[in-house]
């Protein structure tokens, strides 16, 4: 059996804090709810929205700071505490995926309210966790809502809108692993899921001036674009139709180096390379990441060039079982640094 989880609303509009009250009503959520967010984003959204829901709901609030199996327990205790009847996550991808998690884990639902465009995690079922030092993606469940507040989402500082592209133009190198995966290893594969995930990528590139101008509209189809892929993902029932090989090796970068760059930002300079290794027109992505200002090499990541080759040898050891144009050996160095030199990346 193959079981689809949606979100039951989606709110794409201005000034929806206080709307958070309204949709939990609707759904029928219980009396306690808690509400997640980071030390920024309670600044930014969290405590407004705390404040409006204590009108009506018993309502408490977590700090949380990575995207940690510890954090996970941590919500985990509090939620048997205070018998908690639902979660409501504001702020980046790190915060939704923990929500995420133990939303499941809890078995009760999660409102995901994002700060930021910056990554497909908004309306996702899978959550990436950070557990015993690497990156795994887990099976979790979708959002029972989004509320996405355009005015709160641009806040945020351009470049998470410029990562947010990054996100989705690498579903074009994830698709071209999990076809190559199910041709080599018999994987599942969905058409239906992939298109919708390769629609985001096709649409990115062809908005990137659109987006450039950061403004409310560049938000809006941003974030109606990330929707999509988190819809895709759960078709699919796994994050293939948006992570591949370029996603192995952001994720080998955040485990080595010093000081990783956005997630988004990481997978769109991983989307170059892998495009070039599966023989796609790599030089139009760099060139859609350029337009919308997303970094497009090592410099501009701010990442020790040695970390790039590092990460692209080691990025098919993240997680064998995710069969990517990295095969089973992965890269040699000399053939790692030949596509990040190609490619201009290094
Ligand atoms: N499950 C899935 O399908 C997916 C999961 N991911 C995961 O999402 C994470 C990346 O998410 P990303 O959003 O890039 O990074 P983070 O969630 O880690 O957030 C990065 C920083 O941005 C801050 N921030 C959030 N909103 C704003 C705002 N409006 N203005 C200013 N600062 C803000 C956060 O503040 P604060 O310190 O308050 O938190 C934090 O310090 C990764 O862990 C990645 O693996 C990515 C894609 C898909
Ligand atoms: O980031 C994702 C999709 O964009 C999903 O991440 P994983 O690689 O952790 O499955
Ligand atoms: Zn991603």
């Known amino acids: 059996m193959h079981l689809m989880q949606l979100p039951r609303e989606v709110l794409l509009g201005e000034n929806l804090k206080g709307e958070v009250v309204n949709v939990a009503r609707r759904l029928g959520l219980g009396e306690r709810a808690l509400v997640l967010y980071g030390p920024k984003t309670r600044e930014i959204a969290g405590r407004d929205i705390e404040k409006s829901l204590g009108e009506s709901f018993d309502v408490s609030g977590l700090v949380i700071r990575e995207a940690s ?13 205070e018998n908690v009847n639902w979660l409501i996550a504001v702020g980046g991808g790190s915060i939704i995926d923990v929500a995420k998690l133990a939303s499941f884990r809890a078995g009760i639902p999660f409102i995901s309210f994002p700060t930021t465009a910056s990554h497909d995690g908004i309306a996702s ?17 979708p959002p029972i809502a989004v509320i996405a507040d355009v005015k709160v989402i641009k806040t945020a500082p351009y470049r998470y809108l410029a990562a947010g592209v990054g996100d989705m133009i690498s579903n074009l190198t994830a698709v071209k692993d999990w076809q190559l995966a199910h041709r080599i290893k018999g994987e599942y594969y969905s058409e239906y899921a992939a298109s919708l995930s390769l629609m985001s990528a096709k649409m ?3 908005n990137a001036d659109i987006i450039r101008l950061g403004n409310e509209e560049s938000v809006r189809k941003v974030v109606k674009g990330l929707i999509s892929c988190g819809v895709a993902m759960s078709i699919a029932g796994s994050s293939r139709p948006a992570s591949g090989a370029e996603h192995l090796f952001s994720h080998a970068l955040d485990a080595i180096a010093p000081k990783p760059a956005l997630h988004g930002e990481q997978v769109g300079v991983g989307t170059i390379i892998m495009a070039y290794l599966h023989g796609l027109k790599w030089e139009r992505i760099r060139e859609t990441l350029k337009k919308v200002g997303a970094p497009t090499n090592a410099y501009e990541l701010g ?6 080759i590092e990460a692209l040898t080691i990025a098919h050891t993240i ?7 990295l095969g089973k050996d992965g890269l040699t160095r000399e053939a790692a640094e030949k596509a990040a030199k190609i490619t201009g990346v290094i």
Request: hydrophobic share 35%.
């Open 69 to 81: 199996m510890e954090e996970v327990e941590r919500t985990l205790a509090k939620i048997r505490d």
């Open 125 to 141: 079922a899978n959550a990436s966790i950070r557990d015993l030092g690497t990156k795994t993606s887990v099976k979790a469940v």
């Open 204 to 206: 990115v590139i062809k």
């Open 303 to 308: 990442i020790d060039p040695e970390y790039i």
């Open 319 to 325: 997680r064998p079982e995710r069969y990517t144009i």
